[in-house]
C-alpha cells in the first residue's frame, strides 16, 4: 500500500471516531438550546401582546408543543437527511443561510491566520535569536498588547485611524461597496470570484474592504503564535543537531531556516489549526463591528431571538469544522516529519 492510501485511511479512521464527538454536541446544543430563558414563539409572534392563539400557531410550527424527548428525536432524524431545519429569522432552511454566509466568515479567517502567521513567525524567530535582547521585549510588549486589548476595540480604533483619521480605508461595513457589482458566485470567496471574472478594480475593492477586519482579528491572534514560536525555536537552537551544524561550518540562514526553524514549526502548525477553529466561531465581534456577513453574526442574532434552528446548525457547523481541522492538521504534522504517524 503507498504511503498517500496509508494515510487517507488513516485519516477516515480518525474522522469516524469524531463522529460520537459530534453526536454528543448535536444532543448538548439541542437540550440547552431548550432550557435557555425565553420562548421563541412569544418572540415571532407580534409581541408579548399577541393573541394566544397566534403564539400557539408559531409554537406548533415550531415542533415546540410537543415533548422533548420526541423533539429530540425528530431533530435528529432531520438531521440525519440533511435538514437543519428552518430560520424564523430569516424564512429560509437553514443549510442555506449557512451555505451563503460560511465562505463571507472563511475568508475572513484564512486572511486573518496568514496575516498573523507572516508577522508571528518572523516575530517570533527574531525573538528567539536575541534572547533578553531589546527586540525580545519589543516582541513580547507587542504580544500581550494584542492579547489584552479586545478584538471589538482594536476594530474600532483601527476604524477612526484608517477610515476616519486619514481616509485611507473605504466605509466599514459589509464585503464590498454598494458601487461595486459583485461578481458571478463561484466559489463564495470574493477575492477569488473577482480573480476569476477577470474583474480586478472589483478585487482591490473587495480586499480593501477586508484588510481592516483581517487585521483586527489577526492582533488577537499573533501572541500565541509567536509565543510557541519562540519557545520551539529557543528549543531547536539549544539542541543537538544545530549545535552539530555549527561546529562542521554550515551558513547561519541554513542553520536558522533548514535544521532549526524546520523542527520548530511542528508546534507552530498544531496551534495554528487551534487557533483557527477558536477564530472561526469567536469573531462574531469582529463581524459585528464591520457588518460582515459571516456565520457568527448569524448564529448571534439567532441566539438573541432564540431562534433555535440556526444556533444549532452553527454550533454543529462548528464543531465539524473542528474535527476537519485538525485532521489536516494532523496529515500536515506528518508531511513535516514523516517519522510521526497521524494514526
Not at 42 to 67: C, H, W, Y
Not at 207 to 235: D, E, G, N, Y
Not at 242 to 261: C, E, F, K
Request: charged share 15%.
Amino acid at each position: 500500500m503507498t504511503t498517500l492510501g496509508a494515510t487517507a485511511i488513516r485519516a477516515a479512521r480518525r474522522f469516524a471516531s469524531s463522529l460520537p464527538a459530534l453526536f454528543g454536541v448535536l444532543i448538548f446544543t439541542f437540550l440547552l438550546m431548550r432550557v435557555l430563558p425565553g420562548d421563541p414563539a412569544v418572540f415571532f409572534a407580534s409581541g408579548p401582546n399577541s393573541g394566544k392563539e397566534e403564539i400557539e400557531t408559531i409554537r406548533k410550527q415550531m415542533g415546540l408543543d410537543k415533548p422533548v424527548p420526541q423533539q429530540l428525536f425528530l431533530y435528529l432524524y432531520d438531521v440525519g437527511r440533511g435538514n437543519l431545519g428552518r430560520s424564523l429569522m430569516t424564512g429560509q432552511n437553514v443549510t442555506k443561510d449557512l451555505r451563503e454566509r460560511l465562505p463571507a466568515s472563511l475568508e475572513l479567517t484564512f486572511s486573518a491566520l496568514l496575516i498573523a502567521l507572516v508577522l508571528a513567525i518572523p516575530l517570533g524567530v527574531l525573538a528567539a535569536l536575541k534572547p533578553g535582547s531589546l527586540v525580545d521585549h519589543s516582541v513580547r510588549l507587542f504580544c500581550a498588547l494584542g492579547v489584552c486589548v479586545p478584538t471589538f476595540v482594536s476594530g474600532l480604533l483601527l476604524i477612526y485611524i484608517f477610515y476616519y483619521l486619514f481616509g485611507v480605508s473605504p466605509d466599514p461595513t459589509g464585503r464590498v461597496d454598494i458601487f461595486t457589482t459583485l461578481p458571478p458566485a463561484h466559489t463564495g470567496f470574493l477575492l477569488i470570484d473577482f480573480a476569476l471574472a477577470g474583474d480586478f478594480d472589483g478585487w482591490w475593492a473587495a480586499f480593501k474592504q477586508l484588510i481592516l477586519p483581517a487585521c483586527t482579528m489577526a492582533l488577537f491572534v499573533i501572541a500565541p503564535l509567536a509565543r510557541i514560536t519562540r519557545a520551539s525555536m529557543l528549543a531547536s537552537l539549544g539542541s543537538d543537531f544545530v549545535r552539530t551544524a555549527r561546529s562542521v561550518g554550515l551558513s547561519w540562514w541554513r542553520i536558522i531556516v533548514t535544521y532549526a526553524l524546520r523542527n520548530a514549526i511542528l508546534p507552530v502548525i498544531t496551534i495554528a489549526g487551534i487557533v483557527f477553529s477558536t477564530m472561526l466561531g469567536a469573531n462574531v465581534l469582529v463581524e459585528k463591528v464591520f457588518s460582515w456577513p459571516g456565520v457568527a453574526s448569524y448564529a448571534l442574532d439567532a441566539l438573541l431571538s432564540s431562534d433555535y434552528a440556526p444556533v444549532q446548525g452553527f454550533v454543529l457547523l462548528m464543531a465539524s469544522v473542528f474535527v476537519i481541522v485538525n485532521l489536516v492538521v494532523d496529515v500536515l504534522y506528518g508531511i513535516a516529519d514523516p517519522r510521526i504517524s497521524i494514526g
